[in-house]
């Protein structure tokens, strides 16, 4: 047999190579915003178009290129960044495989147009699909444009697995923001179709974080800083209050590259335990510092998992700085037999001790005032009254169909409800009516969370809800991320009685709440509501429209340890069992018990 194996051609050898280094746009944007940045650039541009897939473009002022590098930086494996295998252990950029340039020009159309520092003429060359097209002087700016036209033009089994542009953009913002934040001294533009998404000028770490994320960021953050003879952590972590249900926020740079290390990310979180509910995580932006030799960094592609020498001591320091810097902020405990002993951190001693303080309105009401939302379930509340016989027959059969063996109430109590309807608030959360065959519980929360759930899902097909014009209309900013994917949900929410518009970078305006929405709970109501769009992505099992209905319905339901006038309750019982599905939240949990009588005679 004769000889079959063969040395593959560059072209296809750079197309399997960008399968690893060039997923999506994004990967594109983090390619090139770190050559921009190894090449000393102080200032740099991002430009795309339709979330990276026409362009992408990245204009740099850094070090540029001379006419023959401006060729050979297309070439796999060509990097002026090492020249010798131990240079992988003293690596300062971020670049060293030399083969992101070639992987990107093997599946897009790709011009670069580069002049040295000095230099009165530059160089622009072409290249299609890793052929060179054209290679010419040009009177360029100084410094470098990387232009990436129709990304996988020539695979496309690879773009049709691009995700939506609102999917992809995001991808976009995260990488830019994954540079931009470990590189505060850098000033930044990013647009996207000609709208400017970001402008960063130079600034502090602190500045750089409250610019990507918005200013509300600056009360959020506890300042970590410590030095040891392994490595040096600075940064910020969130204050606890302040966590969420997603892990948001969350970055680790080492040597300022963003890294992913799920074993760092417990040490973080570890530190912030006791403080934190399970399933809620901190913000946080911590830089660490490490001589590069105790590092691996080139265990992918993409250069953004690292092995640690010594991983046991960085988990403890990290864990360590973490946890002493919130209990410097009086927000950890104050006793911490876990303590590390290792090192110690200097305690401000004058610093002022504040007692954490907690405000409650005890005057607060939250059926006051909701006259419409009365309005709202009329219909029902009517048919309700009208009808209990009705309406408890449906109830049983109903419940019967989806929840077996569970406590219902008997048919035969609907006279008794409705003479002897008398209720009994039990700690100010829990409401107890009598039925003939004993009696039901409610948790007063769960109910009310289930009425407004099915009140906002019902709103825009019904046509039932008021939209309350402001008087001053409010301003929402948001950081890049969140601003779009408000946007991909402003039709429904606009049809479920908000007034929302976007007005330029970020900021929405809003014009019109639903009546039973104050004015004061918006913000928290849209970053919740942002949140459980995350936390649900991707399963998209729940539509945009429902996702509203559910945070609105948790936003705005009245709390346990609320004091109810015993109008207040009947009106309660009356529209949670007008709802399609009483006995349960919209996120399964039970809204009332039972009591039957034979239970209670058993007890006694
Ligand atoms: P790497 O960054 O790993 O070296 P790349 O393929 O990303 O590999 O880039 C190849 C080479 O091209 C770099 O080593 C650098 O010399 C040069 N280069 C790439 N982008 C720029 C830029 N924006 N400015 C100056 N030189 C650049
Ligand atoms: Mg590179």
Redesign the pocket.
Known sequence: MSDIIEILPDSVANQIAAGEVVQRPASVVK??L???I??G?SKITLNIKDSGRTLIQ?I?N????SEA?AR???ERH?????KLAEDLFSLK????????????AAVSHLE?K?RLRNNDVGTCVTMEGSSLIAHEPDACAE??S?SVKNLFYNIPARRKFLKTDSIELKHVIEEFQRVALVHPSTHFYFFHNEQEIFHLTAGTFRQRIISVFGDKYNERLVPVKEETSILFIEGFVGKPEFAKKTRGEQYVFVNQRFIRNNYLNHAIQKAYEDLLPTHEFPSYFLQVTIAPDKIDININPTKTEIKFDDEKSVYAIIRTAVKQALGKYQISPVLDFERETGFDLPIDENRELKQPTIKVNPEYNPFKEKTSLKNAFQTHTERNRNNWDVLLTDLKANSSKEIENEALIPSQEQDHIKEAFSVLQLNHSYIVTTLRSGLILIDQQRAHERILYEYFLNSNTQHSYCCQQLMFPETLELSAIDATMLNTILPELNAKGFDISEFGKNTFVINGLPTEMELNSIHSFIEKLLEEIKMNAGTDKNNASEKIARTSAKVLCIKRNTSLLAEEMKNLLDKLFACEQPNYTPSGKTIFVTLSNEELENKF
Do not use: H, Q, W, Y
């Open positions: 390619e090139l770190e050559n921009a190894d090449a650039a990245v740099d850094g070090k540029g290129m590098d050979m930086c297309f060509a990097t002026s960044k090492i950029t971020k670049g060293f495989r030399g083969e992101a340039l070639a992987s990107i670069l580069t410094g470098t990387i």
